[in-house]
């Protein structure tokens, strides 16, 4: 295993970028992927790691995936899976087609991208594995039927992961995202605001998975949650 490599995997610009730069500020090469590697070569460079392509759904992909970045840096020490799908629409108005993809990405993708990880590190005994959930993790909501189908799913494959491989050396941890994230794209948006629209600040975030990361195995995390200060729960 390198013990200085991470594979940020479903990174668009917000919590996925604070992700690859936490770790690479934490000294680790860090590998991102989203489905068009193209996208992040700015990200890549900044960091100083390297862009992948993986559509998460697709099983050989995500094995391609796996292959490539080991050539590149060595079994990973951390892997994230940060892809989602989200969907806000009545459910008497929601196709099976967009049900299928939220609760293909958010949940068959983390089984697939999961897996491989498990498979990478269960010969060195170590590593951790994360992901990102969200408040559609514990409730379904008006209009969030399918988006929450998803990330219940992923839950649950979480929760099986951390018992399965706990025992054996590897940290899995689902971390509950409850709230909007800061869009940095967005003037007037930023976090640390008080009022009802104070939002996750995703540089804030990342610290937190990052110390999940961290965690000696004596007191290891299955499930965090965080919220901003003014989030009702």
């Avoid at 392509?53 to 050539?71: I, K, N, P, Q």
């Avoid at 189908?149 to 509950?176: N, Y």
Wanted: net charge neutral; charged share 20%; hydrophobic share 45%.
């Amino acid at each position: 295993m390198n013990d200085r490599s991470a594979l940020i995997v479903g990174v668009g610009p917000g919590l996925g970028a604070a992700l690859a730069r936490r770790f690479a500020r934490g000294g680790l090469a860090v590998g991102v992927a989203a489905r068009r590697a193209d996208r992040l070569a700015g990200l890549a460079g900044e960091t100083g790691g390297r862009a992948f392509a993986c559509d998460v759904t697709d099983e050989a992909a995500v094995g391609r995936l796996f292959a490539d970045f080991g050539a590149a840096y060595g079994t990973p020490a951390a892997v994230v899976y940060n892809a989602g799908a989200f969907l806000r629409k009545p459910l008497i108005e929601t196709d099976a087609a967009e049900f299928e993809r939220c609760w293909r990405i958010c949940c068959l993708g983390g089984f697939l991208v999961g897996r491989a990880a498990a498979q990478a590190m269960l010969p060195e005994g170590r590593g951790s594995i994360l992901f990102t959930g969200a408040t559609a993790s514990l409730r379904g909501g008006a209009q969030f039927a399918a988006f929450a189908a998803g990330k219940f799913g992923l839950r649950a494959v979480a929760q099986s992961l951390a018992r399965e491989l706990g025992p054996q050396g590897i940290h899995v941890a689902h971390v509950v995202i409850d709230g909007q994230i800061a869009d940095a794209t967005r003037p007037g948006r930023a976090p640390g605001t008080r009022g009802e629209d104070a939002l996750l600040d995703p540089d804030a975030i990342a610290e937190a998975y990052w110390q999940l990361h961290l965690q000696p195995r004596s007191a290891w995390t299955q499930e965090l949650d965080v919220r901003p200060w003014v989030e009702r729960f």
